[in-house]
């Protein structure tokens, strides 16, 4: 065990909101405990509240962010499907990944990293897809992508494709609507700003989508039939799965709980009050922004890397001497691009001070 | 959030070692930083120790330990091998459907529920299969079978089929020695012996299971490959994978820094001490085992419901009056049998005459 403490303003984990570190370290409960039911089932209904859907298959899976990616195709895809995916970023390019091994025929439409998903080319790459698929906010680049635009031209196009939507950095930082806007499967992480420690995929999937699923998917652990007898129980009771992970699904229905409590919106205009502010800020330090504009997630906010700076050693000094984390960038943009979130907990005006004031330091620049 | 607190004797989630639930709620680290690989190699070095194997792949998977299982069979298993499984309970029957799954051609050995495994039964059923499983602690029925009696004949019989041991309810209460009994793939969960809120898969993979593992499986999450990279590393270090679930990595960490300081061996002597009181105080109220005698986990009692006794209405008093979760049967044996278990932190005298004394008073047995 460490006792090391770190202001987290990485792409994720971020600080957990106080809230879900006493949920999970609150007593243990058995996962068949009627307390317990009642704690997955609020739960389960916040997900439903910030996510904006009415699906009553909308739970958080046992592993974190990605097996939310896996479930998705897993329950969706057939072998020989056609699968579109939008790729403008490490996230995308993965979806392929997941996609090509339950046996999609993956239609790969890419796009400049930085830049957002855009619709018209990501509708004419195919006719009738079984599934489209794209990321709401790009945690690779911290750009945000208009999926309620995609939704509403997909159903006008072609109503019987599914859409499936990655959620990971998105929920419980941004308005979100999911039923108005057309989405079909969505999954997020929990370390991100839900504020809660990494583990859990939360995860929801339409009734449309119920009605077409694969009936036994190769993953036994991911299988929605057998997972929806759980959580939604049927009229012989609750059917055993697997032993849910109790501490974890207590600590997320605590942060939900606060959520809700603060108010979806509020806790939005917070993420964006935090991230507007730490976005003024860089550019007073004359940082240069990676992500298109007009398109920058205000809870992860990327820049260039000056031209004259080690971004490692920069991180170090930031880590070691003041106790904050922030993010490398990914793939080619690993050394020149920084990611800084102010996720969940960490929205907040004074963490945006925080990480100006030690970066300024450590960059030596003058006070603006 | 719940604040009730219960005393867990079913078959898990246990109550975890207080070390272990403050380090799940130590402050959160990123799953990058220097201080949490450090965790993480302490971890994976003290499932090592308590499983008896020198295997460099060993780690906890981000899942349940369900997903375990689910990782032993997408890395082994191409669509036609041959896969015997030995079931002598319902996690024995689970893997049967996993491993076909993943397109496994599975000789199922069935065996009386309550019975260990026959290790000559389980040879028989084919000359050269690709992998044999089994079960070692059986968590429906509470039996104990015989994996070292296993792993040496399959040696002696067919030296290059991989060995794949089911160690859900074992790890962590029972001495094990993998590499001396020839075991490839062994996979746990956390919420048992090793004394840790459900949410982690400890799983290990030998070298010769390496050599002939799948190489791209159809799970992305559970790829060991990309695991590996991140786990171990390479010449261009740590390759990211998925978020860790950094919290339950820290919990592991600290129990089994516990477990190995009281001494595995020291550990499983209080299992075995905890379990002969129990059993012993059942007999004397005249309960009746359903396990087979001589293969009775001291870890996990299963016992008869007496006949004129309801089930249900013992377990809800027992929760309700004395706070103490017990668990039922499984399958058809729902109602006529009952799991009691003593693991990890519960694993102690006081636990066993707890249980006692309340299921005394609730069956209103005379006093011994």
Redesign the interface.
């Known amino acids: ?6 202001i ?1 303003l ?1 792409p ?2 971020s ?2 909101y106080p ?1 879900a ?11 068949l ?1 009627p ?2 039911i ?2 997955l089932e609020r739960a389960c209904d916040g997900l439903r509240t910030v996510w904006g859907t009415a699906n009553p298959l909308t739970l958080p899976l ?6 939310g ?2 479930a998705a195709f ?1 329950n969706t895809v057939r072998p020989g499907d056609v699968v579109v995916v939008a790729v403008n970023g490490l996230f995308g390019a ?1 979806m392929c ?2 996609a090509t ?2 046996g999609a025929e993956v239609v790969r439409v890419d796009h400049t990293w930085g830049e957002p998903v855009d619709v018209e080319r990501v509708l004419d790459a195919h006719p009738a897809p079984a599934v489209v698929a794209a990321v709401h906010a790009e945690t690779s680049t911290g750009v945000e992508s208009d999926i309620a635009a995609l939704g509403a031209a997909l159903r006008a196009r072609s109503p019987e494709t599914l859409l499936v939507a990655d959620c990971v950095t998105s929920l419980g930082g941004m308005e979100m609507a999911l039923d108005a806007w057309g989405v079909d499967v969505a999954y997020s ?1 929990t ?1 991100k700003c839900l504020g809660v ?3 859990l995929a939360p995860f929801t999937f339409s009734e449309r989508a119920w009605r077409r699923r694969v009936a ?6 991911l299988d929605l039939g057998l997972l929806g007898a759980y959580v939604r129980g049927g009229p012989g009771g609750r059917a055993y ?8 699904v ?1 600590s997320l ?2 942060a939900l ?1 606060r959520i809700t409590r603060e108010g979806v919106d509020a806790v939005a205009e917070r993420h964006r009050e935090a991230g507007r502010r730490l976005q003024e800020g860089l550019a007073e330090m004359g940082l240069e922004p990676f992500a298109a504009e007009g398109h920058r997630l205000p809870q992860l906010t990327t820049v260039w890397v000056p031209e004259d700076v080690d971004s490692v050693k920069v991180r170090e000094r930031l ?1 070691t001497e003041y106790g904050i ?1 922030i993010g490398a960038g990914v793939g080619e943009y690993a050394s020149t691009v920084w990611r800084i979130g102010l996720m969940g907990h960490n929205a907040r005006p004074d963490r945006a001070e925080l990480v100006l004031a030690a970066l300024r330091r450590v960059l030596d620049r003058p006070a603006g």
């Not at 046992?62 to 097996?67: A, D, E, L, R, Y």
């Not at 036994?216 to 652990?221: C, D, I, N």
């Not at 799965?241 to 974890?248: D, E, I, N």
């Open positions: 065990m460490s006792l090391t403490e770190r987290l990485g994720g984990p600080n957990p809230e570190t006493a949920g999970l370290s609150a007593p243990l409960l058995g996962h405990d307390e317990f009642r704690i046992s592993g974190t962010g990605s097996i990616m896996e897993a993965r990944d997941v091994r339950y992480g370390q420690a990494p583990g036994s998917p190769p993953v036994w652990y799965h697997h032993t849910a992970p109790v501490a974890m207590a229905e605590s709980e880590l984390e």
